[in-house]
């Protein structure tokens, strides 16, 4: 892994936002009768995609069905460009908003907003390996919990990063055949999540053959204390072909396909180049 992922990826982060964020809820909205669209009609669904309600009512049964009826339609090449970016962007945010991810991306509010004022917001002492940088979004492991309930916790969260990394890569995709965002997709908050799934991906794929389960290790990592001297448990270890990334959103290139549809997403929500100059 690039010794300068860290220090690269802070700066970048700085551009994603605008202030807004796409968890925020309505807390009143759950004593409102709220009737589900049709999960598999595809166009019912995406009339309900910005509605904060219809995640909050979806069961995990529900959810797959969802999932299956939106992928039905954004990898069809046959089907409506904007339908399917809509499908796409919607997918992703089925994983990410009934996955509890809210909390870590209100982490990655919190810390562009360190950064811009600068302060420091990691430390080099503990390495600039891409789960330190996780550690920073996700905390440190609370106390009264114990580590494998709070393992449990963070596998679901993981997941939902790492799953949201095929819808928007087809959505991304679409810019590169083209196709302009649809209306109502902010393009910088898409740009968080297809970082935060890339990333996520980029980790689970490039650890040693040898890890059994690189996903649990991963949340292993997230989940153990620190020691008694105040030292972060040993990092993962990743295979020696990492490649040497010459750009910050190289990482996000898609290690098996050379799908650069994530990369193209963050590109569109960011000013790389204003930002590296």
């Known amino acids: 892994m690039k010794r300068n992922f860290l220090p690269v990826m802070i700066p970048v982060l700085l551009m994603v936002l605008s ?6 809820t309505n807390v009143f909205s759950s004593f409102d009768k709220y009737d589900m ?7 019912e669904l995406i009339s309900a995609m910005y509605d904060d309600q219809f995640y909050e009512n979806l ?18 090449s046959s089907e409506d460009v904007e339908e399917r970016q809509n499908a796409a962007v919607m997918a992703a945010d089925v994983h990410l908003k009934t996955s509890d991810t809210e ?25 600039d390996q891409p789960e330190v940088f996780f550690r920073t979004l996700f905390g440190e492991p609370p106390s009264g919990v114990s580590k494998s309930a709070y393992k449990a916790e963070v596998l679901i969260k993981l997941n939902a990063f790492y799953e949201a990394a095929a819808p928007l890569e087809a959505y991304g995709e679409t810019l590169e055949a083209g196709a302009s965002a649809p209306p ?6 898409t740009a968080t999540k297809a970082l935060m799934a890339g990333n996520t991906r980029a980790i689970i794929y490039y ?13 292993d990592y997230l989940a153990t204390p620190r020691d008694s001297d105040g030292n972060l448990p040993a990092g993962l270890t990743y295979v020696g072909t990492m490649p040497d990334f010459d750009e910050p959103t190289d990482i996000l290139v898609n ?23």
Do not use: H, R, W
């Open 19 to 24: 202030g807004c964020n796409p968890f925020t």
């Open 37 to 43: 669209p049709s999960l598999t009609d595809a166009d």
């Open 59 to 76: 069961s995990d049964s529900e959810k797959e069905t969802v999932l299956e009826t939106l992928e039905d339609v954004y990898s069809d």
């Open 103 to 127: 909390e870590v991306m209100e982490s990655l509010n919190s810390l562009v907003a360190d950064a811009a004022n600068g302060e420091e917001v990691y430390s080099e002492e503990d390495g």
């Open 184 to 189: 109502g997709v902010n393009e910088g908050d």
């Open 207 to 219: 650890q040693d053959p040898a890890v059994p389960d690189p996903m649990d290790a991963l949340a």
């Open 255 to 277: 290690p098996d396909s050379g799908s650069t549809g994530l990369k193209t997403v963050v590109n569109a929500g960011l000013d790389i180049d204003d930002l590296m100059n």
